[in-house]
């Protein structure tokens, strides 16, 4: 059984720092990209970032880039999200989520997936 559990959100002041971890089990962690998202109150899911191990490759949206960093640890079967200079607009209830490469596309496709594994997620609140 494939199960992906979020944690590490908190609450923090802007200009702050969090890290959040995805812990994975139940698949080989290998064979899937795991992508973190986010949805603030009122407002449309938003893809964060993106990691796919095997393929070596990272994605962002624009307005996380520079400020967060998508990392793996494949021994761990873990995925790290370390979020630098957070701003009150990151304030969000953050999944991460899984699914084949082939699913999630490339750069300009996989923030706008439905992937099939999702944790439950994590709050995150930046205070001005």
């Known amino acids: 059984e494939v199960h992906l559990e979020e944690s590490g959100g908190g609450l923090v002041q802007a200009g702050g720092s969090l890290r959040l971890s995805c812990a994975a089990s139940?698949?080989?962690?290998?064979?899937?990209?795991i992508a973190w998202f986010r949805q603030a109150p009122g407002k449309e899911r938003e893809g964060v970032s993106l990691i796919s191990s095997r393929a070596g490759t990272t994605y962002y949206t624009d307005s996380v880039k520079g400020r967060f960093t998508i990392s793996s640890d494949n021994a761990k079967n873990t995925v790290y999200l370390q979020m630098n200079s957070l701003k009150p607009e990151d304030t969000a209830v953050y999944y991460c989520?899984?699914?084949?490469?082939?699913?999630?596309?490339?750069?300009?496709?996989?923030?706008?997936?439905?992937?099939?594994?999702w944790g439950q997620g994590t709050q995150v609140t930046v205070s001005s």
């Open positions: 139940g698949f080989t962690f290998n064979d899937y990209a």
């Open positions: 989520a899984a699914d084949s490469p082939m699913v999630w596309g490339g750069p300009n496709r996989w923030a706008h997936v439905s992937p099939y594994y």
